[in-house]
């Protein structure tokens, strides 16, 4: 009797495979086209694109880049820094403590992209390629070039599965589709960079600082652009960009020196926030800086609830109009159905107040419940509190919300004398009535924050975390569940209502139609509850970042119409497929979500035992 058995190095036959590029090239050659259509990439950008200005950022100029010629120019300084530091030049190397050839081809990708689709805008706008200038066929040329020798570069392939010739012609694309997966994803892939020495304490917080002003720079960019393509533009750069810079190793090195000096961070990203109304020259951008703070602040009060407790609330907009409502009440509007006029500081304890009181009523018969069945009772409770305001108009139930009309001429706040509702100039700079709430608001989302932060490592906070994992284990380990979710909702409720204290004396107006379940402005349940999941359940960051992607591209978007919210909800389940833990994701979560990839060059098992396997 014969015995077959299988060797170790049969177990790994990736291994006997060398490390090759998706084209086939050799790889100086494919070093040097991807480093010199980088640079190449930056010259162009300094050339005219195109002969007329009607194309908008005036691509006309030699010298000088306009528009999405800027875009181009860092994309491609990226591809050239990255390239250079794939030879492992002494000094430039440092810029890459991970993958500096996976950096490369997200780099070339991000300058190609953002080059052909200029290319293509003006092809289109202006009625042919014959518009163009050498500028943008250089650019063009250039940008193909080094995408070409970033896909050459080697990396370890990964062993594939033949396909079974008895299979069908359906079974057989299938297979060679999901080969062609494989192959291209490791491409791509990096393996995680190491840990960074520690460098001096002032080294770590410069760089730090460095980092909060560059998302600062990038942000002000982003919220400014004054045309759809460049808008378009700017996502595909930043988007890709960020993939580059995540794959050399910078973003886990400053997490990791953010990691080191939390309070200096914090400290850091507040006053980087503060001197955004500081770089615009009218109020019309800190309108929406002011918004996206109450949004960001309500989706953090929610990941509490989502984050840290797991629990699935689909009505939470509701804690919302609570606090705005009871707020707009006191604080002497003639709409209101009492003649109150509280000071700030007595309104927003009121708001506050007002939806924990709420938020008990709400928990504390439902909150026994679990899953879908929990998040079908809060959707109704969202619902319940939008009709009830929408009938409480003296003719279909009692006359305290005013119906459909809402509480409505809501007085500017003043605290100290200081009123928010008129010009102030600060050390030369004129800040408007949006800038004077901004920088309320910013001051309300720090206490947020810290009472985040505060509560996620304190006992009730590790309490929320092991009912979030397995609640009947942590029942069984002592846990008084039921209170502690409790304890949960109450307090994401009264952290929405100090948000929607802001939110009434900032819109004017509290109206039942602001909170809803899903509209097409934020903020509402839905775009909440995305704005946790995008940005990333249970860290702090992640809901900031999330609501201000989720507030920011809608309103930059609006150009699209009736697709907005297509390619909006498209571009939220591309995201979700392929990165489900979010954008900026707690530890734990992306091990859960990754506990089975693959290291680069690894062999997947198959998704069919297929005839020769078997």
Known sequence: MNTHTTTADNAHPHKEKPATGLIPLPTTTARALATGGGALTVVSAFL???????????????????????????????????????????????????????????????????????VLAI???????????????????????ALTGALALPFPRPHTYPIDPEDTGLEQF???????????????????????????????ILIIITALATGLLVFTYGI???????????????????????????????????????????????????????????DQYATIGVYILIFATVALGLNIVVGLAGLLDLGYVAFLGVGAYAASMVSGSPSSPFDIHLPFWGAILVGAAASLVFGVIIGAPTLRLRGDYLAIVTLGFGEIFRIVAMNSDGASGPDITNGSNGISSIPNLKILGFDFGIEHSIAGF???????????????????????????????????????????AALAMGINGFRVKLIAFALGASLAGLAGTVQAHVTYTVTPEQYQFANTVPPNSAFLLAAVVLGGMGTISGPLVGAALLYLIPNKLAFLGDYQLFAFGLALVLLMRFRPEGLIPNRRRQLEFHEAELAPGETPPPAVLSKTGA
């Open 48 to 118: 005219a694109w195109t002969w007329t200005a009607a194309f908008p950022g005036d691509l006309t100029v030699y010298g000088y880049p306009g528009g999405l010629q800027w875009l181009v120019l860092i994309t491609g300084a990226l591809t050239t820094l990255f390239g250079l530091a794939s030879y492992d030049i002494k000094g430039i190397r440092a810029i890459t403590p991970g993958n500096a050839d996976a950096a490369t081809k997200y780099a070339a990708l991000a300058a190609f992209t953002t080059t052909w689709y200029t």
């Open 123 to 145: 092809s289109v706008q202006l009625g042919g390629l014959a518009n163009l200038d050498p500028g943008g066929w250089i650019a063009a040329i250039a940008t193909l070039t």
């Open 174 to 204: 299938k297979h060679r589709i999901r080969n062609g997966t494989t192959v291209l994803r490791s491409a791509f892939a990096a393996e995680a960079p190491p840990t960074p020495r520690r460098l001096n304490s002032y080294l770590e």
């Open 224 to 282: 400014g652009t004054e045309y759809d393509e460049l808008f378009i533009g700017f996502l595909i750069s930043v988007g890709l960009g960020f993939a580059a810079l995540a794959k050399a190793g910078l973003v886990a090195q400053i997490s990791v020196y953010t990691a080191r000096h939390r309070n200096i961070t914090l400290i850091g990203a507040f006053l980087a926030a503060a001197a955004f109304p500081f770089t615009q020259s009218d």
């Open 430 to 472: 004129t800040i408007g009535r949006f800038a004077n709430y901004f920088f309320l608001m910013l001051l309300i989302t720090l206490v947020v924050v810290l009472v985040f932060r505060r509560s996620g490592d304190s006992r009730i906070g590790r309490a929320w975390v092991a009912i979030r994992e397995d609640e009947t």
